[in-house]
C-alpha cells in the first residue's frame, strides 16, 4: 500500500534553533498535511496544503508542498520548549479519500 | 463544542475478553475512522464509515469491528482481544471527501495482557 517516509525520526535541539523535518512518498497526493500530537492528545492540525508548490506558514511555522506532488516539508523557526512533540506529515488522496499518515518525527527541545 | 470524544480513556483487558470503544462526535461530520497507534509505526487506519449504517476496512481491520447505527457515534469492538492488540486507539472524523482536516478524540490505551 502507500508509505510515507518521514524523517528524522527523532530531534533533540536547543530552544531558539530552527527545526526542518521532511516527508516523502512514492505516490502523488492532493493535499498534503501537518499535525502535531502533544503527550496523551490526539494530533491537531497545524498546516494544510491544496497545490502543489504552495508555500505556506502558521506562526513560526512554514511547510510546503513539493513540486512532484510526492514530497512536503515542515520548519519550526526559534523553537520554544512548547514545540515538543510529535509531528506527523499526512498525505490525502481526492481519488480514494484516504489520509496515510508518516511514521512521525519526535522533537525534543531543551530549555 | 466538544469535538470528538473517546471513551474509555484507559483500559486493562486479559486475552480473550472483549469489550467496545465508543467514538461521539458533536459537528455533524459524515466521515468517521479509527485508527491505532504504536510506537514507530505512526497511525494506521482500522475501519472507517462514510456515512451512518455504513462501514468499510481499512489496513489493519482482523480482529475488530465497527458500527455506525448513529450518524454521531462509532463503536470499535474487539471480540477476543489479543496482546497484539495493546495500543493507543484513536477516532476521528471530517466534513467531507475532499476536506482531509481530520478532528481527533484524545486517545483510548488498551492493554492487552
Known amino acids: 500500500g502507500q508509505q510515507l517516509n518521514q524523517s528524522p525520526q527523532s530531534m533533540f535541539i536547543q530552544e531558539g534553533e530552527d527545526v526542518s523535518m521532511n516527508c516523502t512518498s512514492s505516490?502523488?497526493?492532493?493535499?498534503w498535511l501537518w499535525y502535531k500530537q502533544e503527550p496523551g492528545e490526539g494530533p491537531v492540525l497545524l498546516i494544510a496544503l491544496y497545490k502543489a508548490g504552495e508555500l505556506t506558514s502558521n506562526g513560526r511555522l512554514t511547510a510546503q508542498f513539493g513540486i512532484t506532488r510526492k514530497d512536503s516539508f515542515l520548519n519550526i523557526s526559534a523553537s520554544i520548549p512548547s514545540d515538543v512533540g510529535i509531528y506527523f506529515c499526512?498525505?490525502?488522496?481526492?481519488?480514494?479519500?484516504?489520509?496515510?499518515f508518516g511514521q512521525g518525527t519526535t522533537l525534543q527541545v531543551k530549555p | 463544542n466538544a469535538g470528538v470524544t473517546q471513551t474509555p480513556k484507559f483500559r486493562v483487558l486479559k486475552t480473550g475478553q472483549s469489550m467496545t470503544l465508543l467514538c461521539a462526535q458533536d459537528?455533524?461530520?459524515?466521515?468517521m475512522y479509527w485508527y491505532r497507534q504504536d510506537p514507530g509505526m505512526g497511525l494506521r487506519l482500522i475501519h472507517y464509515?462514510?456515512?451512518?449504517?455504513?462501514?468499510a476496512k481499512g489496513e489493519v481491520p482482523d480482529g475488530y469491528n465497527v458500527s455506525r447505527l448513529k450518524k454521531q457515534n462509532f463503536l470499535l469492538g474487539l471480540e477476543s482481544a489479543a496482546p497484539s492488540q495493546t495500543s493507543v486507539y484513536f477516532c476521528?472524523?471530517?466534513?467531507?471527501?475532499?476536506?482531509?482536516?481530520?478532528?481527533f478524540g484524545s486517545g483510548t490505551r488498551l492493554t492487552v495482557v
Open positions: 505516490s502523488i497526493f492532493n493535499t
Open positions: 476521528a472524523s471530517r466534513t467531507s471527501w475532499t476536506d482531509f482536516g481530520y478532528t
Open positions: 499526512a498525505g490525502g488522496s481526492s481519488n480514494t479519500g484516504k489520509l496515510i
Open positions: 459537528m455533524n461530520h459524515e466521515y
Open positions: 464509515s462514510v456515512g451512518e449504517g455504513t462501514t
